[in-house]
């Protein structure tokens, strides 16, 4: 339903100024090529400035790409940037537009901005505040609820004028629980009924895992995979993670706890190691026996998540997606 | 969490291979009218949150200026002078300034995106938003107006005039602030180009005009907001010359509907880069 060809946005260098340095020419995207099918939940992962939000303001119209071609329903966005409008719902990361209306009218006037007229428009926001439980916090403006509540607020009036792609941009940011599963239920809800399609733009590697159907992972501006989730790990998936917690310092006159070294990612007490299974178990045996267990704080030995599958794949400086 | 499968979704077997060439149906085009009317009713609530201590700022600082201008002028053509340059200076204030910080923020922020994903006219958000903030200039103009006439010892008797002068000024005011907080590379400089807008307006509309310099003069009738004194200036004589009113108001007007244009089509270069 959305393919995109070849999508390519430079931002030009910006020369210094007193006091700033300058930046040089940045490939935000780079010959980006995507097809999302109808009805599935889409992923975008990657670091900050991966080059996540400048595809998505290209696929919403909101950003002209350099070269390539965006079709979403058979409608080229690139030519007919308005019309991307008519066609997905955008839930951006900024509320600021929202912030000073009272959440109903947050719901009701962007419905009426989707064309609905005030009674549908009336309609539909009740259906949707009573659907993600908003019901009680109707009359409170946007501004005075907490981060989560606010988030889930701009999530409401996204669903208001129904449309059959979302684009989400961190939708549960700073969401409880509850709220989270109030988003993926409404969302769960529209697919089935409607064959609505999502396209999420995530940090979060343990939600990507659990909600999204594909995933592309995006780095410095290109994909550098795109499949399931499951898919995904399986191509990782001869390597388990060992993470090791040492008490002060790491044992390094254990000849087998300094040979590790090199191959460990250190951040702090923290060790990091990618190893075979077998390798794995014969670290695991080391560490836990003799002179290193002394120094030994913690240890958990995992089978890889899609956070290695990035760092396997070559993401950017070896950098975590999320502190999760 | 997700827990329905892409395959068994309604429409997915066709899902890979969709033709080009049938595209599907776009969702309603919102009209010009009732988008309008969403903007402005919710701009309007907005302001109601977060701008009634401005608009008390607003009437103060225009009821103060009359009452220090008060030992200064004399009771002739100088007080209908200042008079009906506080009252405007209440539109410029609402109108030019904070419209133009609002914009300037909004677009900074990056909250345009949201209207700019919707299928809503340009013209409506700026409109909108532009008459939702003149509406709200209403209470505090009528209450300097009044309070000047009395004080100055003023005719009510035209005080009706102010019907068409907040509506006309407040388009030509707001249009304006509209297109500088839009066009303002940087929030703070709509900032502050609202606030010279504003104390543009306070110096060059309130002063009695013919004590200035020629360049001041001149300057002055640069403004728009100057044509919104002038004409509410007139309706204070004895015998007023309509002709000249209307004149002045057709500037508003025209100035208005300019510079509301040039503030839509600024909000098109900001909403899409």
């Not at chain 2, 103060?64 to 200076?89: F, H, T």
């Not at chain 2, 300057?219 to 007023?240: C, I, K, M, N, Q």
């Amino acid at each position: 339903m959305c393919a995109v060809r070849g999508l390519t946005k430079t931002y030009p260098a910006v020369r210094g100024r007193r006091g700033t340095p300058g930046t040089p020419e940045v490939r935000a995207t780079d010959d980006v090529r995507l097809d999302i099918r109808r009805g599935e939940i889409f992923g975008l992962l990657g670091p900050n400035g991966a080059g996540k939000s400048t595809l998505v303001r290209q696929l919403t119209g909101l950003m002209r790409p350099e070269h390539g071609s965006v079709e979403i329903l058979g409608h080229d966005i690139v030519r007919h940037p308005e019309r991307a409008a008519r066609i997905l719902a955008y839930l951006g990361q900024e509320s600021t537009a929202l912030d000073e209306l009272t959440v109903s009218l947050a719901a009701e006037t962007t419905g009426r901005l989707r064309g609905l007229d005030v009674r549908r428009a009336r309609a539909e926001r009740d259906d949707v505040l009573a659907e993600l439980g908003l019901t009680p916090l109707a009359g409170r403006p946007l501004k005075k609820l907490s981060g989560g509540q606010r988030r889930l607020a701009c999530f409401a009036a996204a669903l208001v004028g129904e449309r059959p792609l979302l684009v989400l941009d961190e939708p549960t940011t700073g969401m409880d629980p509850v709220a989270r599963r109030a988003v993926w239920s409404a969302v769960d809800r529209r697919r089935a009924e409607r064959g609505t399609t999502v396209l999420l733009v995530t940090h979060n590697v343990i939600e990507a895992e659990t909600v999204l159907d594909r995933v592309a992972v995006l780095d410095r501006g290109r994909v550098i995979a795109c499949d399931t989730p499951a898919g995904l790990k399986e191509q990782v998936a001869g390597e388990v993670r060992v993470d090791l917690v040492w008490r002060d310092a790491a044992p390094l006159h254990v000849p087998e706890v300094a040979a590790l070294r090199d191959r460990a990612v250190e951040s702090g007490r923290r060790w990091t190691l990618r190893l075979g299974p077998e390798e794995a178990r014969a670290v695991v045996a080391t560490v836990t026996g003799g002179a290193a267990f002394a120094a030994l704080d913690d240890f958990t030995l995992a089978t890889p998540s899609l956070e290695d599958v990035y760092l396997a794949l070559g993401g950017a400086a070896q950098q975590g997606l999320v502190k999760a | 969490m997700s827990v329905v499968p892409a395959d068994v979704l309604p429409g997915s077997a066709l899902a890979a291979e969709e033709p080009a060439a049938c595209a599907a149906e776009l969702g309603p085009r919102a009209r010009l009218w009732p988008s309008l009317a969403a903007v402005y009713r919710a701009q309007l609530s907005r302001a109601r949150v977060a701008r009634i201590p401005l608009l008390f700022v607003a009437t103060f600082q225009s009821i103060g200026i009359m009452i220090l201008m008060r030992g200064v002028v004399d009771d002739g053509a100088e007080a209908q002078a200042v008079v009906a340059g506080s009252s405007v200076l209440v539109v410029a204030f609402v109108a030019l300034n904070l419209l133009a910080q609002y914009f300037g923020q909004l677009r900074a922020s990056g909250g345009l995106d949201h209207y700019a994903t919707l299928p809503v006219p340009p013209a409506a958000v700026v409109l909108g938003a532009a008459g939702a903030y003149a509406s709200f200039t209403v209470p505090g103009t009528v209450v300097t107006a009044v309070f000047g006439c009395v004080l100055f010892g003023l005719p009510l008797a035209h005080l009706w005039i102010l019907v068409a002068v907040i509506p006309l000024a407040g388009a030509a005011l707001a249009g304006l602030g509209a297109a500088l907080g839009l066009l303002a590379p940087r929030p703070e400089l709509a900032t502050l180009l609202g606030q010279l807008g504003m104390s543009a307006a306070l110096l060059l509309g309130v002063l009695p005009a013919d004590r200035m310099p020629e360049v001041v003069r001149f300057a002055r009738d640069l403004l728009p907001s100057t044509y919104g004194v002038e004409a509410f200036a007139r309706t204070f004589g004895p015998d007023p010359d309509w002709a000249f009113v209307l004149g002045d108001l057709a500037v508003c007007g025209v100035v208005g509907v300019v510079s509301l244009a040039v503030a839509t089509w600024a909000y098109r270069r900001a909403a899409v880069r």
